[in-house]
Nanobody, 121 residues
Framework: QAHLVESGGGLVQAGGSLRLSCVYS????????MAWFRQAPGNEREFVAA????????YYADSVKGRFTISRDSRQNTVYLQMNTLQVDDTAVYYC??????????????WGQGTLVTVSS
C-alpha cells in the first residue's frame, strides 16, 4: 500500500533550524516528483518546495527561497526539507506530497499525515 510518512517536526526558536523527513513507499513513488506543503492555523494549504524524481531539479515558494532546501535520497526512499533561519510565520503543519508531474506539481497527488512545526519568538 502506497504511503508517505513524515517526521522531524517540533518546537524551535526563531532563527533555529529543523530537518523534516518523509519516507515514501516504492513502488510507486520513486518515479514521482515529491514536495512539501504547509498549512498554518486559519490558512489554506500552501506550496513550499518540490523536487523531481531524480533529485536534480527543485523549485521553491518565494517565502522560503534561500532558507529551505529540499532533497531526496532514492536509496533510502526519503525526501528531506532542511529549514534554516526559521521564522514565527513558518509555524504550520507540514505535509509531504507525491505527484506524477513536477512543475506544476500535480496529477495523482498523494499526501502524508503531516508533522507540526512550531517556531517560537
Amino acid at each position: 500500500q502506497a504511503h508517505l510518512v513524515e517526521s522531524g517536526g517540533g518546537l524551535v526558536q526563531a532563527g533555529g533550524s529543523l530537518r523534516l523527513s518523509c519516507v515514501y513507499s516504492d513502488p510507486p513513488f520513486s518515479t514521482y516528483a515529491m514536495a512539501w506543503f504547509r498549512q498554518a492555523p486559519g490558512n489554506e494549504r500552501e506550496f513550499v518546495a518540490a523536487v523531481d524524481w531524480s533529485g536534480r531539479s527543485s523549485y521553491y515558494a518565494d517565502s522560503v527561497k534561500g532558507r529551505f532546501t529540499i532533497s531526496r535520497d532514492s536509496r533510502q526512499n526519503t525526501v528531506y526539507l532542511q529549514m534554516n533561519t526559521l521564522q514565527v510565520d513558518d509555524t504550520a503543519v507540514y505535509y509531504c506530497s507525491a505527484a506524477e508531474d513536477f512543475n506544476p506539481f500535480q496529477y495523482k497527488q498523494r499526501w502524508g499525515q503531516g508533522t507540526l512545526v512550531t517556531v517560537s519568538s
